[in-house]
């Protein structure tokens, strides 16, 4: 079985008093007057955003990865290199292996009811996916994103840089924070028809990329 020739991921469980700052954080971006907006810029097909064509792209299975994928990715202002995309793509060094881990995941869960073992899943392919070179974590995380939108949230240095978690921890905080339906509540009506982790995400990276929303909304 691969999960016994793969090394154990380093997932772990944050804080509660890292849950609570995390959920505290989201909740003021919530109630920040200037989200909507921003949340309907990114959207918005007029502007250089990737909106929901991340997800919408063609083809997008749930198993395997295709040009789509990679093609979808490139549009969150990163691009994996010639190495990678050789490895991933059906017949490449990896492609098998990540087909037979997206089949041990699942495509219907959403973060706050995932267990540890779909999250542990997810963390060994995000592993391998970094064995690639020009597939760092953010590139991985991305990829995972795209395959599995209401499981894998994105955490990209912008992220990273603000929330501070520690290693290993940032899946399960905000597992933790999402459990709350309340707030998921709110983050859905920013945009009914788009899964709620990449609401989120959307969120955070229009207020805290540089120049954040006001570079957008002036």
Known sequence: MLEDREPRPMLTEGSIEQVERVAAVIDAL?????TPAAVRMFYDPATQFAGDTFLSLAPNNPQSI???DLLAVTLLTVAPGAVAVRALLPGG???????????????????WDATDLDLVRADILWNLLKT????GPTIAGKVLAR???????IVDRVVADRLECAAGTYWTTFRRVLQHP???ALI???????????????TM?????????NSVLA
């Open 147 to 153: 395959k599995r939108p209401e499981l894998i949230p």
């Open 205 to 213: 990276w229009m207020h805290w990329r540089r120049g954040g929303p």
């Open 188 to 202: 859905a009506a920013l945009r009914p028809d788009q899964p709620i982790l990449r609401i989120l995400d959307t």
């Open 182 to 184: 309340g707030r998921r």
């Open 132 to 135: 690639t070179a020009g597939v």
């Open 30 to 34: 919530l109630a920040d007057q200037r």
């Open 66 to 68: 295709s040009p789509a």
């Open 93 to 111: 060094q990896i492609a098998d292996q990540v087909s037979e881990l997206l089949t041990m995941i699942p495509a219907d869960v959403p973060l």
